[in-house]
């Protein structure tokens, strides 16, 4: 069985910081792949960063970079210089090959709240 | 138009009643997938399907069922609704392997009152 924890309800970060989200996840699985994503109030889905199990390198996209730590099993979402707009609702997720890589696993959420 | 859609996007329904939430995708993915999603709790997996002829239970299955009408068409029904299905429900689709993720729909918002 895989499971994702986000043990930070809620967050709150002052505009132009940078703000680390957590994110642990365990799986007997070799092969995995680990996924953020943002909600904000409107409700819809945004896929923001993946890294794979198997990269040597943390995976970047612009503001957003993934601190992945293997033998932690951790996968924390860093969000540099933040802005008000990212205020929303943050959720890390994973899916293996033990689920043919199919389903998702998604954490529990965490809502971070930026301040200006 | 959106890659996958979802209608209703709101609904109130009655203690009771039978309501259908309806997905469609322009991706030509073959996995398809309902979710769920509770305050504090995430999105849960209800139902999945890899292919037309496959279906499959998630983790909060009882009280739901789906239909795959086509490659493109995902159905979830809620037979009987009760007030604690009163949540926000996400469609999304996929490819298979390990670096891909979901596109979702906008989501249904659902009231049983």
């Known amino acids: 069985a895989q499971k994702i924890t986000q043990t930070q309800p809620g967050m709150f970060v002052q505009e132009k910081e940078a703000v680390t989200l957590d994110c642990t996840y365990d799986t007997s699985d070799p092969s995995y792949g680990l996924f953020w994503y943002k909600q904000p109030s409107s409700g819809e889905m945004i896929f923001l960063i993946y890294?794979?199990?198997?990269?040597?390198q943390n995976a970047t996209e612009g503001r957003y970079s993934l601190n992945f730590q293997k033998a932690r099993k951790s996968a924390n979402l860093v969000i540099s210089a933040s802005q008000l707009g990212d205020s929303a609702m943050y959720f890390c997720a994973m899916r293996s090959r033990g689920t043919s890589y199919g389903k998702l696993t998604f954490g529990q959420g965490t809502i971070l709240t930026v301040h200006p | 138009d959106a890659d996958v859609t979802q209608t209703p996007r709101n609904r109130i329904t009655k203690t009771g009643k039978r309501i259908m939430l309806e997905c469609s995708q322009t991706?030509?993915?073959?996995?398809m997938y309902w979710y769920r999603q509770d305050p504090g709790l995430g999105l849960r997996l209800i139902y999945y399907s890899f292919d037309v002829k496959d279906i499959n239970k998630g983790e909060i299955s009882d009280g739901y069922s789906v239909s795959r009408q086509a490659q493109a068409k995902f159905s979830l029904s809620l037979e009987s609704a009760i007030p604690n299905q009163t949540a926000l429900y996400f469609c999304?689709?996929?490819?298979?392997?390990?670096?891909?993720?979901?596109?979702f729909g906008s989501g249904t918002r659902l009231t049983v009152v």
């Open positions: 991706k030509g993915h073959d996995r």
């Open positions: 999304a689709t996929s490819e298979g392997g390990q670096s891909y993720g979901y596109t």
């Open positions: 890294q794979g199990s198997y990269d040597q």
